[in-house]
Each structure stands twice: as C-alpha cells, then as structure tokens.
C-alpha cells in the first residue's frame, strides 16, 4: 500500500460491505467490467436497496477493494470461501484500500496482539485518532460526526471479523488468520499486515 495515499473519510458511508463484495466479487472472477457488474447489479436488484440510488457508488467501492487486493487468489476466495474466511479477507481489502483502516488494524489492533492485550476500550479509538488528528491537518478537519462515526464503523470491522464480540465488548478475540489470507498476504510482500490478524510466525 502506497504510504502517501491520503486519508479518505468515505468510510462512513462504504463500511464493511460484506454482502455487496461478495455479489461483486462473484461478477468479478467471471471477467466483468465495473460498467457490466453495475448493469447486473440493478438488473436483478442483487444488492435489494429500496432505491439505485447508492448501487454504483458501493459497487465501485467494493471493485476498488477487490482490485487493491492485487491477488486473485484472494478475489476468488473472497467469492467462494465460507464467510468467516471471506469477511477476513474484505477487512484485507479495506486495508489495501483505505489508510485509515490499515493503520488502526495493524498500528492499534496489531500492536495490542503483538503485546497480548487485549483490552479494548473508547480511550484506545479515542487515543487512536487524536494522534492522527495531531499528524495530519486533513483529519484535524473532520468534523466531531465524521470521526464519531468513523470509531464506530471501526468497530463495526471487528465485530464482523469477530475479533470483538459486540459494541460493548471490550475485550479483543485472539483469532486465527485463515490459511488463505496468510498464503495472500506472504504472497503479496505484505507482512507487516499479518499482525492485524494475530499472526507473528
């Protein structure tokens, strides 16, 4: 991942994502284009929004993930695995993709698993991002709902990757990475990644 890449605070409105990257990541593998998944997409009402509204915007959100991956070993599992393999691996892409995400995975949540704690409370999110908004003048920008909502969909990534129980829970899962991450992320030169999910060997 491109270090110089800027903070992007459209994760308040992309998220997770799971349900849709898999549906895209399905058209994906087939060899379609952005404009021809879209088209599939609204055709068959695959993503059941109540409008189209947001279908392209999130569709070529969950296509750019897919192609920051840059291994399509890991597209395909993304497609195919069962879920808890798949969700592991769109928390991947999001790193790739987004440097917010990357840098809480692997500066705040890595680092808690490195040092075996597990403790995860408001005041590490809160301690998180105040260093980020001391760094960088485009996070000190963002409004106090912006970085709110920010936290929150934070966390929402690791209740998905159920490294967290709940909202309420403060205290991390140690997980297990899944063979086809690990494999994805060695296979990539990426491992300073492997941390974000409990990996050190």
């Known amino acids: 991942m491109d270090v110089n890449m800027p903070y992007s605070g459209r994760l308040t409105s992309e998220q997770f994502l799971f349900y849709e990257i898999r549906i895209v ?4 593998v087939e060899g379609k284009s952005i404009e021809k998944i879209n088209e599939h997409i609204k055709s068959d009402n695959l993503f059941q929004y109540p409008t189209e509204r947001e279908v392209s915007r999130l569709a070529l959100a969950c296509y750019k ?19 808890e393999v798949a969700k592991q691996i769109n928390l991947y892409a999001m790193m790739r993709y987004n440097r917010l995400v990357r840098e809480f995975m692997v500066d705040l949540i890595g680092e808690k698993f490195r040092q075996h704690d597990f403790s995860y409370t408001k005041k590490d999110i809160n301690v998180f991002f105040s260093r980020l908004r001391e760094q960088n003048d ?25 490294m967290l129980d709940s909202v309420r829970d403060t205290t991390l899962n140690p997980i297990f990475i899944s ?4 494999t994805g992320i060695r296979e990539n030169n990426d491992l300073t990644a492997l941390a974000a999910f409990n990996c050190f060997r």
């Open 65 to 83: 993930r897919i192609v920051a991956l840059g291994n399509e070993k890991l597209v395909y599992e993304l497609a195919n695995a069962p879920a």
């Open 138 to 162: 485009n996070i000190a920008a963002w409004s106090e709902q912006t970085t709110m909502k920010l936290k929150q969909v934070l966390t929402k990534c690791l209740i998905e990757t159920e």
């Open 179 to 182: 063979s086809e991450l690990e």
């Open 25 to 28: 990541s399905k058209q994906y």
